[in-house]
């Protein structure tokens, strides 16, 4: 039995209803079954704290607060220091004290801090204890990316930015005994920039519930007239805005000129203004949040992933796939799935091969439900949470755990 793990995350990892959060609530779930955890978090409303009581009882103990550093403040901080601002923006004194105090008592073996926000709250002398980095994405590079399509001022704030969070992340790296990304090819691409090899970067991949993304499971159905093409996501996320804005103005406007009764479903939370403005658009559908959105699934003839940046692997992909829908991603919302495009999945690059592929499935339905049947067995065969987490015990350094498992 190993001694007490303190838990480091930037948003509570409840409920599991977006990317970052499915990911860290399955990571704690897993480190509760190996040895008594602390957990300190932000809560980004009131909602958020309110979870506080559901997480509390699975806990040794549990600091939540909610995150009230203004964009402004964050970069004022930031430029004053040479931080990265998004760093910056998630600064916290009780954060601080309450990881000192929990270290100063001796009984944690293991810090795991999930996201490099959180890597400013690790002493850089961890004393004995174990420190283990998921940065999840390679971060500098998505604003490098930014920088690349964005116009001055905000091409220069990001490349900032890309700048300062690179030199953050290898110093973080340097003194992590490990650190993690959600793919090989995020992992690849960090021991490239930072010179580390895989026995201190390697991939802890993203899994599916597969119990409850099930195709077979009970849920409620939106009301469907005509064929209808869904997208999922957190909508106040700048990838997948962009994935959105330009699908329904380009793609979407072909299949609806081929198919007058054809719908485009936005499913998700917080619908950025831009968002929110394409349901003026004819067949586009702006939902904002839902309880439940395995109905959108389910009902989906087509789930489109049109993203032209992203990191790591999206769960917006596995989570339809689980369902048995037939999905369509750009090439980079692809990267780091392992799956076969043209039997599990279909691969398009740029807005015409999108418009042309999703009216392809729409014409042939048995080809779309024999690419759904392909999908659920790839997400079955290859991305079971407990098979994706079998190697997080020897990478907080469970003892007895075998360091075959962590590498696999």
Known sequence: MMGEILFLAHRIPWPPDRGDKIRSWQLLRKLTTLAPVHLACFADDEADLAHRETLAPLLASIHVEKRTRSRLAAAAAGLATGKPLSVSLFDSAEIRRFVSDRLALGDIDCIFAFSGQMAQFVPVDTGSARFVMDFVDVDSAKFTSYAESAAPPMRWIHAREGRRLAAFEAAVAERADASLFVSEAEAALFRTR????PERVRAVENGVDLAFFDPAGRYSLPEKRGPLIVFTGQMDY?????AVVRFSHQSFR???AALPDASFAIVGRKPDPAVRALAGLPGVIVTGEVPDVRGWLATADVVVAPLGIARGVQNKVLEAMAMARPVIASPAAFEGIDARPGRDLLV?????AEAMTVLDLLADPARG???GRAARARIEERYAWDAR????????GCPGASVAEAAE
Request: hydrophobic content about 45%; charged content about 15%; overall charge neutral.
């Open 194 to 197: 930072t010179g580390l090899g």
């Open 238 to 242: 700048r990838p997948n805005i962009d």
């Open 254 to 256: 072909t299949v609806r």
């Open 348 to 352: 398009a690059h740029g807005s015409d």
């Open 369 to 371: 439900n024999a690419l």
């Open 389 to 396: 987490l079998a190697g997080l015990p020897a990478i907080v």
